[in-house]
């Protein structure tokens, strides 16, 4: 049985999701949807007070940080008290580059980390995909030292290659999206859809009506995108400032102006990639570590780092409730993407974690986990690790890794597998 078909049209290539009834020459013959990883990283710790979870099943109860999950909560996994070492992701300046790799990080001029999680996965699985993987950020990354003298390369980069190699993050969300479709075309005023409405026109003619209904969904919520990007680029083109000397490099479609609306697009972005089998490892950097990320929205007039160190109070509690609130919209909307059986959500493993429980602390990681990656998981618990002999992150990170094909004798900081995930 075909299940996926790839449209191709003036420098365009267009991939359709996976189509139950299609069997069209040149359509991928994949009989069972593929497994997905994704991480979503945000820094400088979380509001411990309302991070908390109890019980499993229809008894799982969720604290306040969690509220935007409650719809979902059943195919999440609430993960407390795994750790790295202190060393690993202590302190503000390496806890980005530790987190998928469960290495300290090399202090002084010469860098040097370790290969990320999603970039194993990537090298051992990207090869079945156009993009071995994603790699996407929200915030420009930092030059220079922390007064720690770790480089803070390490503070904005989460997705390592090699152990001297970061992945710069694509930032803005046009070029992203671009690269999803291998738009090649400087018409940035014809959408993606007008390449291959034809073709777009001939598939929905030979499939059933719920792949039709499929079909529709995926090309509005395409359009929807495409639509966004380009009030950015007129935006940015009218808002150009002499103060930034970055905006003279900035691109005509620009950045959105506030993090609310770059994050979403973003996460609309990993979800189409995934949808459309165009590579199934991501990753996006929220925040980097010392962020300077600003919350208007919120109401908070101060950047993401000061706030950090009022862990205790409602302003910082509003921003982590906003970053779990961006992952529960990337969660809820490939929990809406049918597939096979269940989901796209289903076949995936989505993660969220911080480096750091609160400013300067990393006694355990603030973590999620949602999608069972096609029955691999048991979801809809809560995880209690803190007082566990064994409880490293590394283990979690191996434990994905096997359940997705790429098997290892060890990962980071460990050479076992997390017992009861």
Request: charged share 20%; aromatic share 8%.
């Amino acid at each position: 049985m075909s299940r996926r078909v790839v449209l191709h049209g003036l420098g365009a290539s267009m991939a359709l999701p996976w189509l139950e009834s299609a069997r069209l020459c040149g359509a991928d013959a994949m009989k069972t949807p593929p497994k997905r990883f994704a991480f979503l990283f945000f820094g400088d710790g979380i509001h411990p007070p309302e991070w908390w979870s109890k019980g499993n099943g229809s008894s799982l109860e969720l604290g306040p940080a969690f509220a935007s999950l409650e719809s979902v909560k059943q195919k999440v996994n609430f993960i407390h008290g795994l750790r790295h070492p202190d060393n690993v992701v202590g302190g503000h300046a390496k806890g980005a580059a530790g987190i998928l790799t469960g290495i300290q990080p090399l202090g002084g001029r010469r860098i040097q980390a370790a290969v990320s999680m999603d970039q194993v996965l990537a090298q051992r699985l990207g090869g079945d995909t156009v993009l071995p993987s994603l790699v996407l950020g929200c915030e420009r990354p930092v030059s220079g030292f922390h007064e720690s003298s770790y480089s803070m390369m390490y503070a904005s980069h989460v997705s390592w290659s090699s152990p001297v190699s970061p992945v710069p993050a694509e930032l803005y969300p046009s070029l992203a999206f671009d690269s999803l479709f291998e738009s090649r075309s400087s018409r940035t005023h014809v959408s993606i859809l007008d390449y291959v409405l034809d073709q777009l026109k001939d598939v929905s003619a030979k499939v059933s009506h719920s792949d039709n209904a499929k079909i529709e969904e995926y090309t509005t919520s395409v359009r929807e995108i495409e639509q966004r990007l380009v009030k950015m680029q007129e935006r940015g083109v009218d808002e150009k400032s002499g103060s930034d000397s970055r905006e003279l490099n900035r691109p005509a479609d620009g950045l959105p102006n506030q993090i609310d609306e770059h994050s979403r697009l973003m996460c609309d972005i990993v979800a189409l990639a995934f949808q459309t089998d165009r590579t199934r490892i991501a990753t996006l950097l929220l925040t980097n570590n010392l962020s300077g990320q600003v919350y208007p929205f919120l109401g908070l007039n101060v950047d993401h780092h000061n706030y950090s160190h009022g862990w205790q109070n409602k302003a910082f509690a509003s921003i982590t409730r906003f970053w779990v609130e961006q992952y529960a919209y990337l969660v809820g909307k490939l929990d809406s993407m049918q597939e096979g059986d269940g989901t796209v959500l289903d076949n995936s493993c989505i993660m969220l974690a911080n480096e750091q429980w609160t400013a300067h602390s990393a006694p355990k990681i603030p973590l999620v986990m949602s999608g069972s990656l096609s029955g691999s998981f048991q979801t809809g618990q809560t995880l209690e690790y803190e007082s566990a002999k064994e409880r490293k992150m590394s283990s979690l990170c191996l434990s994905i890794m096997d359940r997705m094909g790429v098997t290892l004798p060890e990962f980071g900081n460990t050479t076992d597998q997390l017992v009861g995930i």
